[in-house]
């Protein structure tokens, strides 16, 4: 048997642009995808927590080092600039993994700033 188990999160970024005009994805910068082990063209849930919106969408890579957090095409319409959001990956994992298992949670400030990495919830 398989189970569907959250893999990583980024907790609590905030968006710093939505851009309508841009085909489909979230833009993060690369060293959040590095810190949350997440990657490009991944599939993601979007959770924001301003007006509980909740949505699929794929990674696209920013520029490392500004803190980027952009929803681009029509998630665009999901967010408001300085949202709070939550970047949700699951993975599928079989239960003699479990035992091991060890979920990564990037924890950000204000300005997207890695705050704290804990490999648990």
Same mark, same amino acid.
């Given at each position: /048997?398989?189970i %569907? /188990?959250? #893999?990583?999160?980024?907790h609590?970024? *905030? &968006?710093?642009? +939505?851009?309508?005009?841009? @085909?489909?994805?979230?833009? @993060?910068?690369? %060293?959040?995808? %590095? +810190?949350?082990? /997440?990657r &490009?063209?991944?599939? !993601?849930?979007?959770?924001?927590?301003?007006n509980?919106? =909740?949505?699929?969408?794929?990674i696209i890579?920013? %520029?490392?080092?500004?803190?980027d957090?952009?929803?681009?095409?029509?998630?665009? =319409?999901? &967010?408001?600039?300085?949202?709070?959001?939550?970047? @949700? +990956?699951?993975? *599928?994992?079989?239960?003699? $993994?479990? +035992?091991? #298992?060890?979920?990564? !949670? &990037?924890? !950000?400030?204000e300005?997207?700033d890695? $705050? $704290?990495?804990?490999? $648990?919830?």
């Amino acid at each position: /048997m398989t189970i %569907e /188990m959250l #893999y990583s999160k980024i907790h609590r970024a *905030t &968006v710093t642009d +939505a851009n309508l005009n841009y @085909v489909g994805s979230i833009t @993060v910068d690369e %060293e959040l995808l %590095e +810190a949350s082990k /997440m990657r &490009v063209g991944q599939k !993601v849930e979007i959770l924001n927590i301003n007006n509980g919106e =909740r949505f699929s969408t794929y990674i696209i890579l920013g %520029e490392r080092g500004k803190r980027d957090i952009c929803l681009n095409g029509a998630a665009a =319409r999901k &967010v408001h600039k300085g949202d709070k959001i939550i970047i @949700v +990956a699951y993975a *599928t994992y079989d239960e003699s $993994e479990l +035992a091991a #298992y060890k979920p990564r !949670v &990037v924890l !950000v400030n204000e300005d997207n700033d890695i $705050e $704290e990495i804990l490999e $648990e919830i």
